[in-house]
């Protein structure tokens, strides 16, 4: 009997291997120290490789590791050993392409902490309690921009400059009131 493809974590790290957004959906890493450790070990190994066009994919640790850079963002989609490679790194791509959408192709740390409940809502459609659910970023992003009100008159993909502007006046509006 063949199983559902899962996603053991995903991961968003700094250019120093420090913590964006990481979401972990098994008990593979019980404690936080053990996340800590494991996150630490995967940067370690993968920051001389240069994944900034396209993924790579290590073993590391009975897992597999699919892996892309851009700016000062690292991103990691991991899953068991037994998973299909192709299909972790469609997770990954959905979701970096998705994140890339959502901060206007100004994906970096600042832009990137600024809007981490985005970054997090995106996580919750692409996978979740490690099932996957959505690899299209665009179905990704849209839902993102509907979910958190910032769709104003259309989706993220289909707004123009000053639609957009406006939107991000009123978020930045709004987060001075609260």
């Known amino acids: 009997m063949a199983t559902l493809p899962s996603v053991k974590n995903i991961l968003v790290l700094d250019s120093e291997g420090k913590r964006v957004a990481v979401k972990y959906y098994t008990d593979d890493w019980p404690s936080v120290s053990s996340k800590l450790a494991f996150e630490k070990s995967v940067f370690t190994k993968t920051m001389k490789i240069n994944a900034r066009n396209e993924a790579d994919i290590v073993m590391?640790?009975?897992?597999?590791?699919?892996?892309?850079?851009?700016?000062?963002?690292?991103?990691?989609?991991?899953?068991g050993?037994?998973?299909?490679?192709?299909i972790l790194a469609s997770v990954l791509q959905g979701f970096f392409d998705a994140v890339g959408t959502i901060l206007r192709n100004n994906v970096e740390k600042r832009t990137a902490l600024e809007n981490l409940d985005l970054i997090y809502?995106?996580?919750d459609e692409v996978v979740d309690g490690?099932?996957?659910?959505?690899?299209?970023?665009?179905?990704?992003?849209?839902?993102?921009?509907?979910?958190?009100?910032l769709e104003a008159m259309a989706p993220f993909s289909e707004q123009t400059l000053s639609q957009a502007f406006a939107v991000a006046r009123e978020h930045f509006a709004r987060s001075l009131l609260k």
């Open 60 to 79: 590391f640790d009975g897992h597999i590791v699919i892996f892309k850079f851009i700016q000062d963002l690292h991103f990691f989609v991991t899953g």
């Open 81 to 86: 050993d037994d998973e299909n490679e192709l």
């Open 121 to 123: 809502l995106c996580l």
């Open 130 to 149: 490690g099932m996957i659910l959505e690899t299209d970023a665009s179905v990704i992003a849209d839902k993102v921009s509907s979910a958190s009100g």
